[in-house]
């Protein structure tokens, strides 16, 4: 088979661009030990629903006044199903998937990260506006994708 020069050279580019990005990547998780955006903490995805406070979750208030809300992703839905914020709380989320990658967003309020099995997300919000939220998974997990969404009032 005949390959033309300038299509050799250009496939050379292109593999040898592949291998720099494989590289770039490889070289942030293992050596620079990355991890998914905003994960503080592992978790054991088999034993969620036993580890504290993930073994209850929604919101809790802290002694300084602010909350802490802790949900559990799993195909397809989030727990708990509602959760009710009052006005003007600042929130800390604690997000953990027991499946596979899942996402956690309220738009217009910058609430968004990624949620990966084995670590715990952690994203947050201070609700100065009140009404009715909607909080979907923008991950796409799997065929009932577009029913995981929940509400978050605020009040
Ligand atoms: Cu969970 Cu998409």
Not at 122 to 150: I, R, W
Request: aromatic share 10%; glycine share 8%; proline share 7%.
């Amino acid at each position: 088979m005949h390959i033309h020069r300038s299509e050799r050279i250009w496939l050379t580019f292109g593999l040898a661009m592949m291998a720099v990005f494989l590289a770039t990547i490889t070289t942030a998780a293992v050596v620079d030990g990355i991890v998914p955006p905003s994960n503080v903490q592992t978790i054991d995805p088999a034993k969620v629903s036993q580890t504290p406070p993930f073994d209850h979750p929604g919101l809790h208030k802290l002694a300084n006044g602010s909350y802490e809300a802790y949900y559990v992703a799993h195909i397809f839905s989030f727990e708990p199903h509602h959760l009710s914020v009052p006005l003007g709380a600042h929130v800390t989320f604690y997000v953990t998937s027991t499946d596979v990658e899942h996402g956690f967003s309220v738009p217009e309020t910058g609430i968004n990260t990624m949620v990966t099995p084995g670590w715990v997300s952690t994203v947050s919000h201070t609700f100065t506006k009140p009404g009715k939220y909607l909080l979907v998974c923008n991950e796409y997990c799997g065929a009932g994708h577009q029913l995981m969404a929940d509400a978050i009032e605020v009040r």
